[in-house]
């Protein structure tokens, strides 16, 4: 029996409003059109002329206005898609969720795990599903070669090295932490995927180089232990120029009968199996998180990135940044603990309060997540 309410005729495309016309919402938008799945109707931004203006671009005939509120009674819509910035992620998607409308909304799902944690208890409160796009998981080789490392044997060693140089501009290159909090949760989500475990503790240090055009530490290295004794060890750099690796970073995994590596892109090689270029296969990135979104609503089963699921990876990213700031060893199920009781000491619904209150008299273990 499935945790959230299905949508309920399976024969028409899901009615779809989208909240945000940035870059990300412009790419979002053109995911939306190109889906027999699903009907774009609708767009919120507050700069409403930008807006329209995306909706123009992608050719669409969907309704425009300035809040979601409005777009919610104007055209009844089936599902939301926030692509706004993080920050106004929660507002967002607490507004959808009690007005009875299930979201998919862009990773991370919030600034703070504490923030992320209200959503999840304003999920279970509503009974809908609250989906986080964690998009790179969605690659034909990255699903192959979580085949190849199970072929290991007991796992003991999974790294990846991700070093890129891209000059953005704008917000990221102010902030504390960049690569950390804009970049390294989809490496430390793939491996908890690759790995079939959950993370239990971390150690990291950040720094910045001397020749950095970021204000904040663009360079990390953090050793996280899994539950099942796993070392799995993130290594990057934001201001690398050079001999780039690709976005999804290189990969390669020891265990009792032998190695198995990713270059990040379509080759898988094992020493146990071989090696492999994958093609593509179906729908991939933001058009895979948008399949399996639609196929949970259609049939309840619960999708990989519901907000519950999705925790202990925006935990790790909370984590590596605490140990890197505190120069100690940070565990996760107490970062977890301390969150839900943050949670709690801030204003939210009645609905939500109730939840929490009911979860936080427990600890939290990986089964509640």
């Known amino acids: 029996m499935s945790a959230f309410a299905r949508v309920a005729d399976p024969a028409r495309p899901l009615r779809v409003v989208q909240v945000g016309a940035g870059s990300m919402g412009l790419a979002w938008m053109r995911t939306l059109t190109a889906s027999d799945d699903v009907e774009l109707v609708g767009v919120a931004d507050l700069d409403v002329d930008r807006a329209a203006a995306a909706v123009r671009a992608i050719g669409s005939d969907a309704k425009v206005d300035v809040s979601l509120s409005g777009l919610l009674t104007a055209t009844e819509p089936d599902a939301v898609v926030n692509v706004t910035v993080p920050a106004a992620h929660g507002e967002v998607n607490i507004e959808a969720l009690f007005a009875g409308v299930p979201v998919l909304c862009e990773k991370p799902a919030a600034p703070t795990l504490a923030e992320a944690v209200v959503q999840v208890a304003a999920a279970e409160a509503t009974g809908q599903l609250l989906m986080i796009s964690q998009s790179r998981r969605y690659y034909a080789a990255l699903a192959e070669y ?184 940070v565990e996760i199920g107490t970062l977890l603990d301390q969150a839900y009781h943050d949670a709690l000491s801030r204003p939210v619904r009645a609905e939500i309060r109730a939840r929490l209150e009911s979860r936080g008299r427990r600890p939290c273990h990986p089964a509640d997540v």
Request: include cysteine.
């Open 146 to 329: 979580r085949r190849r490392v199970a072929e290991l044997g007991t796992p003991g060693l999974l790294t990846t090295g991700f070093f890129r140089g891209p000059r953005f501009g704008g917000f990221r290159d102010e902030m504390e932490q960049p690569l950390l909090v804009d970049m390294a949760i989809h490496a430390f989500d793939a491996a908890r995927y690759l790995l079939g475990a959950e993370p239990v503790s971390v150690g990291c240090e950040t720094w910045n180089p001397a020749w950095s055009w970021y204000q904040g530490d663009a360079a990390a290295t953090a050793t996280f232990l899994f539950e099942d004794g796993t070392r799995y060890v993130y290594t990057g750099a934001w201001c690398a120029d050079g001999l780039e690796t690709s976005w999804n970073g290189q990969w390669r995994a020891t265990g009792s009968r032998g190695t198995a590596t990713w270059d990040g892109e379509n080759r898988v090689t094992s020493s146990v199996s071989g090696a492999a270029d994958v093609p593509p296969g179906g729908n991939e990135q933001i058009a895979g998180a948008l399949e399996e979104f639609v196929a949970a609503l259609r049939t309840g089963v619960e999708p990989s990135g519901a907000i519950a699921r999705n925790l202990r990876s925006l935990a790790m990213v909370e984590a590596a940044v605490r140990s890197a700031e505190s120069g100690t060893r």
